[in-house]
T-cell receptor, first 115, second 117 residues
Framework: AQTVTQSQPEMSVQEAETVTLSCTYD???????LFWYKQPPSRQMILVIR??????QNATENRFSVNFQKAAKSFSLKISDSQLGDTAMYFC????????????FGGGTRLMVKP | ETGVTQTPRHLVMGMTNKKSLKCEQH?????MYWYKQSAKKPLELMFV???????ENNSVPSRFSPECPNSSHLFLHLHTLQPEDSALYLC????????????????FGNGTRLTVT
């Protein structure tokens, strides 16, 4: 079975600064997918960024980027130029290859962006 | 975007009540999901429906009964719940009903906050 661990229950960052959220996972699979989801106060989970394990290049989506370290089973999320709208819960998730959308989620990190 | 709509937004029920949660997706997707989000636990997958057939039942107690009458609607029927069932119940949908869904990510609703008294 897979497990996903987010070791930072809460974090804060000043507006316009950069913050990194940590995620580690445990799996015996060689090919898989990793995701970061954001859950703002509206409660809707929104996909932020995704990474294929067989790709060495780190994924980027505008101000969001990941640092994927396969050997270390680490998948951190970096948010640059933080905005007030980035305030939310952030969840890291793992999915085996061809597992449909059966994701294993971490416990989440609450991020507060301060003005 | 209101591609996935869940009702009601909040629900308070007693342990002897019977209620239903409703989810509707307007995205033309073929798969629908129920997730449970408890206060101190990671999101847990409860049920998966692919093309209106249940493909996953993740060891969920029988007091939770899903129903998928068509690819756009998903229900979660609740009866004789326990206080520990209080949680946020999230519905999601995706285009790809099976196999790799990397290019067919989940679209979530806003959830139903359930309180069992």
């Amino acid at each position: 079975a897979q497990t996903v661990t987010q070791s930072q229950p809460e974090m804060s960052v000043q507006e316009a600064e950069t913050v990194t959220l940590s995620c580690t996972y445990d799996t015996s699979e060689n090919n898989y997918y990793l995701f970061w989801y954001k859950q703002p106060p509206s409660r809707q989970m929104i996909l932020v960024i995704r990474q294929e394990a067989y790709k060495q290049q780190n994924a980027t989506e505008n101000r969001f980027s990941v640092n994927f370290q396969k050997a270390a089973k680490s998948f951190s999320l970096k948010i640059s130029d933080s905005q007030l709208g980035d305030t939310a819960m952030y969840f890291c998730a793992f999915m085996k290859l061809d597992a449909g959308n059966m994701l294993t989620f971490g416990g989440g990190t609450r991020l507060m962006v301060k003005p | 975007e209101t591609g996935v709509t869940q009702t009601p937004r909040h629900l308070v029920m007693g342990m002897t009540n019977k209620k239903s949660l409703k989810c509707e997706q307007h995205l033309g997707h073929n798969a629908m999901y129920w997730y449970k989000q408890s206060a101190k636990k990671p999101l847990e997958l409860m049920f998966v429906y692919s093309l209106e057939e249940r493909v996953e039942n993740n060891s969920v107690p029988s007091r939770f009964s899903p129903e998928c009458p068509n690819s756009s609607h998903l229900f979660l029927h609740l009866h004789t719940l326990q206080p520990e069932d209080s949680a946020l119940y999230l519905c999601a949908s995706s285009q790809d009903p099976a196999g790799s869904s990397y290019n067919s990510p989940l679209h979530f609703g806003n959830g139903t906050r359930l309180t069992v008294t």
